[in-house]
Nanobody, 116 residues
Framework: QVQLVESGGGLVQAGGSLKLSCSAS???????MAWYRQAPGKQRDLVAA???????NYADSVKGRFTISRDNAKNTVYLQMNSLKPEDTAVYYC???????????WGQGTPVTVSS
């Protein structure tokens, strides 16, 4: 079980970029990592995920614009977001799932607002 802290959210104009970070309190080496987002009044949806081997997958809505990466040495996962759109506005949450125990850890979320 790790504690997760997201950072990097904020207000940006459409077409701009942001890079989110998720710092873990311990090793993420045995955790599949992911970013989710939840817009007001909507369910929490998967944005991007990265396995312990480094394989990635993305929601169709962000493919080609967002990139997830991990740095196990720093116990940190990143989400580079480019060409942002107003519909990307949401609170972004980091998730860690231990591949042995299947235990899920969540961060507190970081808000992203994209103005048109």
């Amino acid at each position: 079980q790790v504690q997760l802290v997201e950072s990097g959210g904020g207000l940006v104009q459409a077409g701009g970029s942001l890079k989110l970070s998720c710092s873990a309190s311990g090793s993420i080496r045995l955790n599949a990592m992911a970013w989710y987002r939840q817009a007001p009044g909507k369910q929490r949806d998967l944005v991007a995920a990265i396995t312990i081997a480094g394989s990635t997958n993305y929601a169709d809505s962000v493919k080609g614009r967002f990139t997830i990466s991990r740095d196990n040495a720093k116990n940190t996962v990143y989400l580079q977001m480019n060409s942002l759109k107003p519909e990307d506005t949401a609170v972004y949450y980091c998730n860690a799932r231990n591949v042995r125990s299947a235990f899920d850890s969540w961060g507190q979320g970081t808000p992203v607002t994209v103005s048109s």
